[in-house]
């Protein structure tokens, strides 16, 4: 009787979990992958980062109103949902920039690119020790692809891009801008084209329940 109450109790905590995790990994691709992409990837000077399973790519349900097609971003959680039909979404992890360099607001993917090169701003270049200019490749900070978001005529100079450090996937450390891992910014990239809409969400208006207070707080990350 003990075992069988042992064996009750192990199903009843595993139909819970089943019943908070709704959603399924997506597994990573090479269809999207380019043979550029390929030789490129096989070329950068970072290993491949084993990111904790909240930030892989997952399908999940989306209970917002935005319209399927859309990107929406919560940096609270460091996640960007790509909005899809019935309600769900492709959930993906990203880096994020510290609060005081984030942007929040509606805007829309105003120019494309694939492996772009990085002119960083006066105001990066004063921040951080950098070039002028990194020319496109695995070992550029843009990483595989970039998307420029633009609101109205104006750019943001918020940009949503690959990464050539993806350890950090999960944090805030980037200077503004989001940043995925280059094999998943190849994956939206797919999906979206110019004019798509982005809503980023402002600083303490996220409510996912995998963002980084609830996890620490649940032990997913001790």
């Not at 959680?77 to 942007?103: C, S």
């Not at 990239?189 to 329940?209: E, F, I, N």
Request: neutral net charge; proline residues 7%; charged residues 20%.
């Amino acid at each position: 009787m003990a075992a069988r109450g042992v064996l009750v109790a192990l199903f009843g905590v595993g139909v819970l979990l089943g019943g908070c995790m709704q959603s399924t990994i997506e597994p990573a691709s090479e269809a999207n992958l380019t043979v550029r992409d390929k030789k490129l990837l096989a070329a950068a000077p970072y290993e491949n980062a084993t990111l904790p399973e909240p930030y892989r790519r997952h399908i999940v349900e989306y209970h917002r109103k935005e319209a399927p097609g859309t990107i929406l971003i919560d940096s609270d959680a460091r996640y960007l949902y790509y909005v899809m039909a019935d309600n769900k979404a492709i959930r993906y992890g990203v880096t994020v920039g510290e609060e005081a360099m984030a942007w929040s607001g509606v805007a829309k993917v105003g120019h494309m690119t694939e492996w772009p090169s990085w002119t960083p701003t006066p105001g990066e270049r004063a921040r951080m020790d950098v070039p002028a200019f990194v020319s496109p490749g695995p070992q550029n900070p843009m990483g595989a692809r970039a998307m420029y978001l633009f609101a109205g005529n104006k750019d943001t100079l918020y940009r949503i891009h690959g990464t050539n450090q993806p350890e950090y996937i999960g944090q805030a450390i980037s200077s503004g801008c989001i940043r995925m891992t280059n094999e998943d910014v190849i994956d939206l990239y797919k999906r979206v084209k110019q004019g798509t809409v982005v809503v980023v969400l402002a600083p303490h208006q996220g409510d996912s329940p995998f963002s980084p207070q609830v996890a620490s707080s649940s032990g997913l990350f001790n």
